[in-house]
């Protein structure tokens, strides 16, 4: 998965795994990427969501329709067997690496049965390997490409020409400074005046300079037009992805930015419990959202995305769009994974459009989809820079996929996961 962000991550000395890791922690996180899907939850990829408000902070409202939503990647039907495979895979990875010879006691056809269900698995992981080694190769093409077209993808000078004023004063960072990555003390008194809770688990601020949101947008326009020409490199299964990823299009740097000054922070100030740890992993997307009708929106594919929680443990979602350009595509929110509002289906808000660079930062297991962009000026969408951040060496070092997809820790270590210390 970070292949094509190697260099940058190395570059800002960040992001990778810096000790021996044993062979089972490997296939297992594999079989669990490969099984749970880029986004874990129902929806398909990452959203987030504003639509029409004045002023800094969106307007909130709360609604009690039910939230809805397909299951990201996987069909879930519902039918018993259908996760046969994945509970044996996960049965033989607990198995190899908790009893002593655990085969012994197996026949041999039951021992090739297993193999090839994970030969299967390690097919499909080259094949999204290789897939990853082409969108590198294509990385030095279209960067290329981007020079010749005069589009500059390289970080300002300062980091008062990244982030606000407001947020600046808070995170403690002078605008003066060289673009860096060493966090600074956070300014709890001005970080209270900046940040406002929206729902549990989920918080807005103003955080990026507008005229910098409008270099990401202008960007990923000469990214689609490149790859129109070019023509699409498909996924394994068919789809194009990895377009907008903002390692792919020269802006990682901004992904390491942001990690290192506002999600690694604020996750551990406000959702602690979240983590158990600092956040090592990141990946940054653009998305777009259009009308179903009309011209055709560079980089915006669709017009609306279902409930969904993401595969990460804090989320940034910050709205690169003038508000004014597009109608309707306000976010919901949904209760916490496991809560009480997430087994009833409930909204608990509904949040419209903030100016760009407004950031709504939230848990990525907090349910969240978005509404339908009704209306949008001509060349217009509504586009998000959606950042994912994981903690592998905090909460997925601790938890198994069970637990952690049904946040089943609740801020907390549970005590009987498999992963923990009482069973080993």
């Not at 669709?302 to 993401?310: E, I, K, N, Q, W």
């Not at 998000?384 to 946040?407: D, F, H, S, T």
């Given at each position: 998965q970070q292949a094509a962000a190697a260099a940058a991550a190395r570059g800002a000395g960040m992001f990778l795994w810096d000790g021996a890791v044993p062979a089972w922690v490997v296939a297992a996180s594999a079989l669990a990427t490969l099984f749970l899907g880029a986004g874990a939850g129902a929806g398909k990829g990452a959203g987030g969501g504003e639509g029409r408000s004045s002023g800094m902070r969106p307007a909130l409202t709360s609604r009690g329709a039910p939230l809805g939503g397909a299951i990201n990647e996987k069909d879930v039907t519902g039918e018993?067997?259908?996760?046969?495979?994945?509970?044996?895979?996960l049965h033989l990875g607990f198995g190899l690496n908790h009893y002593p010879n655990y085969l012994a006691r197996w026949s041999l056809g039951d021992v090739e049965r297993a193999e090839d269900m994970l030969l299967a698995q390690l097919e499909e992981l080259r094949a999204q390997k290789a897939w990853l080694a082409k969108r590198a190769e294509r990385t030095e093409e279209l960067l290329a490409h981007l020079r010749r077209a005069g589009v500059d993808v390289a970080p300002p000078a300062t980091l008062g020409e990244v982030f606000s004023?407001?947020?600046?004063?808070?995170?403690?960072?002078?605008?003066?400074?060289?673009?860096?990555?060493?966090?600074?003390?956070?300014?709890?008194?001005?970080?209270?005046?900046?940040?406002?809770?929206?729902?549990?688990?989920?918080?807005?601020?103003?955080?990026?300079?507008?005229?910098?949101?409008?270099r990401l947008v202008h960007t990923l326009r000469h990214v689609v037009e490149f790859e129109e020409a070019r023509g699409p490199l498909l996924a394994p299964n068919g789809s194009q992805r990895g377009v907008s990823d903002l390692d792919f299009i020269g802006w990682g740097w901004l992904c390491d930015l942001l990690v290192r000054h506002v999600a690694n922070p604020l996750g551990g100030l406000l959702m602690g419990g979240e983590l158990?740890?600092?956040?090592?992993?990141?990946?940054?997307?653009?998305?777009?959202?259009?009308?179903?009708?009309?011209?055709?929106?560079?980089?915006?594919?669709?017009?609306?995305?279902?409930?969904?929680?993401?595969?990460?443990e804090v989320t940034l979602n910050i709205a690169l769009s003038d508000p004014g350009d597009f109608e309707g595509g306000e976010i919901r929110l949904g209760g916490m994974r496991g809560s009480r509002e997430d087994q009833r289906g409930d909204v608990t808000a509904l949040v419209d459009a903030p100016e760009?660079?407004?950031?709504?930062?939230?848990?990525g297991r907090l349910n969240?989809?978005?509404?339908?962009?009704?209306?949008?000026?001509?060349?217009?969408?509504?586009y998000q820079l959606i950042v994912w951040c994981r903690a592998r060496r905090g909460i997925r070092a601790e938890l198994c996929p069970c637990c952690w997809i049904n946040r089943r820790n609740d801020g907390k270590l549970p005590d009987d996961c498999v992963c923990g210390p009482r069973w080993n």
């Amino acid at each position: 998965q970070q292949a094509a962000a190697a260099a940058a991550a190395r570059g800002a000395g960040m992001f990778l795994w810096d000790g021996a890791v044993p062979a089972w922690v490997v296939a297992a996180s594999a079989l669990a990427t490969l099984f749970l899907g880029a986004g874990a939850g129902a929806g398909k990829g990452a959203g987030g969501g504003e639509g029409r408000s004045s002023g800094m902070r969106p307007a909130l409202t709360s609604r009690g329709a039910p939230l809805g939503g397909a299951i990201n990647e996987k069909d879930v039907t519902g039918e018993a067997g259908r996760g046969e495979n994945l509970a044996r895979l996960l049965h033989l990875g607990f198995g190899l690496n908790h009893y002593p010879n655990y085969l012994a006691r197996w026949s041999l056809g039951d021992v090739e049965r297993a193999e090839d269900m994970l030969l299967a698995q390690l097919e499909e992981l080259r094949a999204q390997k290789a897939w990853l080694a082409k969108r590198a190769e294509r990385t030095e093409e279209l960067l290329a490409h981007l020079r010749r077209a005069g589009v500059d993808v390289a970080p300002p000078a300062t980091l008062g020409e990244v982030f606000s004023a407001e947020a600046l004063a808070a995170l403690g960072l002078a605008p003066e400074s060289a673009v860096g990555y060493e966090e600074a003390p956070l300014v709890l008194p001005a970080l209270d005046d900046l940040i406002e809770e929206v729902t549990e688990g989920a918080y807005h601020l103003p955080l990026l300079q507008p005229a910098l949101c409008a270099r990401l947008v202008h960007t990923l326009r000469h990214v689609v037009e490149f790859e129109e020409a070019r023509g699409p490199l498909l996924a394994p299964n068919g789809s194009q992805r990895g377009v907008s990823d903002l390692d792919f299009i020269g802006w990682g740097w901004l992904c390491d930015l942001l990690v290192r000054h506002v999600a690694n922070p604020l996750g551990g100030l406000l959702m602690g419990g979240e983590l158990l740890g600092d956040l090592d992993w990141r990946q940054g997307y653009i998305t777009g959202y259009g009308p179903e009708q009309g011209e055709r929106r560079p980089g915006a594919p669709r017009s609306s995305l279902a409930t969904h929680t993401d595969d990460s443990e804090v989320t940034l979602n910050i709205a690169l769009s003038d508000p004014g350009d597009f109608e309707g595509g306000e976010i919901r929110l949904g209760g916490m994974r496991g809560s009480r509002e997430d087994q009833r289906g409930d909204v608990t808000a509904l949040v419209d459009a903030p100016e760009r660079g407004v950031c709504l930062l939230h848990a990525g297991r907090l349910n969240h989809g978005v509404e339908e962009v009704q209306d949008a000026a001509s060349g217009a969408a509504r586009y998000q820079l959606i950042v994912w951040c994981r903690a592998r060496r905090g909460i997925r070092a601790e938890l198994c996929p069970c637990c952690w997809i049904n946040r089943r820790n609740d801020g907390k270590l549970p005590d009987d996961c498999v992963c923990g210390p009482r069973w080993n």
